[in-house]
């Protein structure tokens, strides 16, 4: 076999593994909702109460994303993922054995911070393990890896719970956990994330921890890596805001069916999955990521801004979100290239980290602010506020790739 072909096997066997785990991710992050109304009845609370859940669970992961970022650099990604897979399995397992209200937010809490380690761990493996030419092909498995284990949850758990009941799907949930965990920890050889980290350099730790702490605040805080920050926010609200309300808008709009609205976002959430994977082939052909993620954006935001907009029947509406869905999941692995060519070497974690709490910020913004938006009774401002925020990501798209040091730039080449 030549060096070339166990190269390639070596990123087939890295992006399926890592690609386990962002599944994974996904998957746990989507499997309460669909159950809320079995945990109403059991528990005598109502939805408020269950959505404090929710809550706990998406401020816990955010709160803790930057921090756990710092500690993939400095203790490895590959500890910390095992480390956080197998926190995961405890919380869905407890929230199955200790069925009760109060149990479920402990391990919501406890959830979230599980949650927290996949992004900064998955992107500094990815980074350090595969190769340049198929970096853009790793991210968007890798992403679409997410959407899959997204889409699986529901249906898992809604077969689990008629089965065996909701707290069974939870502990056997804990159980798939376990199971990607011993995945890992069998291949774990394949899962690097560059050099030795300081925990491993006794003579520097000391001298170093501080400085290495300084320095990676400074970066973070620098012009490129908060605009990429503003950027996954701005990608978030104006999916978010989309993915939450578009069906009732639809229906409101457009001389459509609750069905064929339903029909119409499935659309754009499918044409999202499979642009990812078009985008990871045609961020392994250019350098010129930023004008990926401009053209995608801008497309985007043209049709969903005719389609609140413009007079369609269902099957226009269809169409057209089919459109958009894949122009937006064309720019995910560019997204991603983007972070990773202003990131500076051994510093993914913290960097991919601190930008993926813009997802969580994001999507806390998105539902109070779009649901205002709606209860104004002009549902089209949904189609225009989404793609505002498609505009303003653009602008900080450029702005990440103008502002980069020519160092950074030529490291990531």
Excluded at 274 to 287: M, N, P, S, Y
Excluded at 347 to 353: D, I, P
Aim: hydrophobic fraction near 55%.
């Amino acid at each position: 076999m030549t060096a070339l072909a166990r190269a390639g096997n070596g990123d087939r066997r890295v992006i399926g593994l890592v690609g386990s785990s962002h599944f994974l991710s996904h998957y746990l992050i989507y499997l309460l909702p669909p159950i809320l109304p079995l945990l109403k009845a059991d528990f005598g609370v109502g939805y408020a109460a269950l959505g404090l859940a929710m809550t706990t669970f998406n401020v816990a992961s955010g709160l803790t994303h930057a921090p756990m970022g710092f500690l993939v650099d400095r203790v490895g990604a590959r500890r910390l993922l095992l480390v956080g897979i197998a926190v995961g399995a405890c919380a869905y397992i407890g929230m199955g054995v200790f069925a009760n209200y109060i149990a479920l937010l402990v391990f919501a809490a406890l959830a979230g911070v599980a949650n927290s380690v996949y992004h900064p761990a998955d992107y500094a493996i990815l980074s350090a393990s595969v190769s340049g030419g198929r970096m853009g092909r790793a991210f968007s498995l890798h992403t679409f890896a997410g959407f899959s284990g997204g889409a699986v949850a529901p249906l898992v758990m809604a077969f689990a719970s008629a089965t065996w009941g909701w707290r069974t799907g939870l502990i056997l949930s804990g159980g798939l956990c376990l199971a990607v965990w011993t995945l890992l920890w069998w291949n774990r050889q394949y899962l690097d994330d560059g050099g030795r980290r300081l925990s491993e350099r006794p003579a520097e730790a000391g001298a170093g921890r501080a400085t290495a702490a300084a320095s990676g605040i400074a970066l973070l805080l620098s012009l490129p890596i908060l605009m990429c920050f503003l950027f996954f926010v701005m990608l978030s609200m104006s999916q978010g805001g989309l993915s939450t309300f578009a069906v009732a808008a639809f229906v409101a709009i457009h001389d459509i069916t609750l069905e064929g609205a339903q029909m119409a976002l499935t659309a754009f959430l499918v044409g999202s999955a499979l642009g990812v994977l078009a985008g990871g082939q045609i961020a392994d052909r250019t350098r010129h990521h930023e004008w990926v993620a401009v053209v995608g954006f801008l497309a985007t935001a043209v049709i969903v801004f005719a389609v609140g907009n413009l007079h369609l029947n269902g099957f226009q509406v269809a169409a057209a979100m089919t459109v958009a869905g894949v122009m937006f999941g064309v720019i995910m692995p560019s997204r991603d290239m983007l972070v990773r060519a202003v990131t500076p070497e051994g510093s993914m974690g913290k960097v991919f980290g601190f930008v993926s709490t813009g997802l969580n910020l994001g999507g806390a913004i998105t539902p109070a602010l779009f649901g205002w938006l709606m209860d104004q009774g002009e549902p089209r401002l949904l189609f225009w506020f989404a793609p505002l925020f498609m505009l303003i990501a653009v602008v900080t798209v450029l702005a990440a790739r103008f502002t980069r040091p020519a160092a950074t730039l030529a490291e990531n080449r």
